[in-house]
């Protein structure tokens, strides 16, 4: 029986000054949309922030429901303001940071399952990596090369 072994690369920075200038600019987009999450039940807040091929930017943050199952991720938010906005745009990198009520998250909170697909389907729809940029509140910052990398063994439109 032939072991088989997956090998996961990512980026790991230090501090937000060594990043680009774009990155640096994409975490703050991230951060300000934070400011717009409406989490009254978690108070847990986060920012997604999109970069596009065309230089445009895009945020978005999570929407909370008091039916709960309906809370909107801030990932996928952002993912669909960007594609209702600038519809056929690829997507070049996304940045993510969150804010937790009783604690200082100082590594990167990693996105759900569900918006890992929903970035792998937009990665399969534009057929070019999306590229993540993760940070906590603060603490390091993971650089990902796609989305595919932090979603192994992902189901696609190539099943169908
Ligand atoms: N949340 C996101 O916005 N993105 C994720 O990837 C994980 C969770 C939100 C949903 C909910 O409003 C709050 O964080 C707590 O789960």
């Known amino acids: 029986m032939p072991n088989k072994q997956l090998n996961l690369e990512w980026n790991e920075v230090k501090k937000k000054s060594s990043l680009s200038k774009k990155e640096r600019s994409l975490l703050a987009l991230a951060t300000t949309s934070l400011d717009h999450a409406y989490a009254p039940y978690s108070n847990f807040k986060v920012g997604a922030s999109i970069l596009l091929t065309n230089g445009k930017m895009v945020g978005g943050s999570n929407q909370e429901n008091a039916a709960y199952p309906m809370c909107l991720c801030a990932e996928r938010v952002a993912l669909s303001a ?79």
């Open 82 to 160: 960007a594609a209702s906005e600038h519809p056929n745009v690829p997507i070049k990198s996304m940045a993510i940071t969150v804010k937790a009520p009783n604690q200082i998250i100082d590594q990167p909170a990693m996105p759900c399952g569900s918006c890992r697909q929903a970035l792998c389907e937009q990665e399969f729809r534009q057929k070019k990596p999306i590229k993540l940029v993760i940070r906590g509140e603060k603490g390091p910052i993971y650089i990902f090369k796609s989305a595919k990398d932090i979603l192994p063994f992902s189901f696609d439109a190539s099943f169908l």
